[in-house]
């Protein structure tokens, strides 16, 4: 009995201390609303090889997101400092700003495919079709760990990654038996930063984070949910 009672207070006492480290953890983060902004972003997207038209259309997303009061009054522009645990943006603010001005929107999956979906080989699909697309993010039901499962499914679709410094990032989990895509974004390595782009939401913001390693992001990618079983981290096709 005793040493069930020390065994508790071992694992209550590191929960905590995982939670404070976590907790104290910073990255900083931009929203890409000014020009200076986007014109650095820009130039960071073409020394990685992006196609010049991803990166136009992209961007014009991007502008369009940004034009809103919501974006004015919330957004950064400029680089700002969080925790990794802090929760940014105001959902129901968002929300009801932009249905009151409708505008073409994209939400995770499309923002990372349409930067990253060059780098990728998949014989079975054009570059850039939406079925690849598909095939990259599908939901489906497995037996196995995610691990395996999302590993074993891109090489049945043939999907290979062959970005060096630019990958792709993906945060999967399963409930009851179903593996699901649960958000994703684009890694670019420059100058010895950790450059992360994501679409947080679909009507929520375009964000580029910068962390002091994949450690980091991979545990502010953890801590977006705790709805499902088995969350897992990619780097392209490995584990974080």
């Known amino acids: 009995m005793k040493c069930r009672y020390l065994l508790s207070v ?23 609303t000014s020009e200076q902004s986007i014109t650095e972003f820009c130039e960071v997207l073409s020394s990685h090889a992006v196609p010049s ?5 992209l961007i014009g997303f991007i502008r369009a997101y940004s034009k809103e009061s919501y974006a004015e009054k919330e957004l950064q522009g400029s680089w700002k400092k969080a925790t990794i645990t802090e929760p940014l943006y105001d959902y129901t603010e968002a929300i009801n700003c932009y249905q009151s001005s409708p505008f073409e929107d994209i939400n995770c999956r499309k ?4 930067m990253y979906h060059s780098f990728l080989k998949t014989p079975d699909f054009p570059v850039g079709d939406s079925e690849m697309e598909e095939a990259l993010f599908a939901t489906f039901d ?13 090489k049945s679709q043939n999907i290979e990654f062959a970005g060096s410094d630019i990958h792709l990032v993906s945060l999967w989990g399963k409930k009851n038996g179903e593996i699901t895509n649960l958000h994703c974004g684009v890694l670019l390595e420059n100058e010895g930063n950790t450059y992360f782009f994501e679409k947080v939401d679909p009507i929520m913001p375009y964000q580029i984070s910068i962390f002091g390693s994949t ?3 991979k545990a502010y990618l953890l801590n977006r949910t705790k709805e499902y079983e088995d969350i897992t981290v990619f780097l392209d096709d490995e584990l974080i």
């Open 53 to 57: 038209e991803d990166i136009d259309r």
């Open 215 to 217: 450690e980091d992001m």
């Open 111 to 114: 923002a990372a495919f349409l």
């Open 10 to 32: 071992f694992l209550i006492l590191a929960i905590f201390l995982s939670a404070c480290s976590l907790n104290g953890r910073k990255y900083s983060y931009n929203n890409l």
């Open 142 to 154: 497995s037996g196995q760990s995610v691990d395996d499962a999302v590993k074993g499914y891109w």
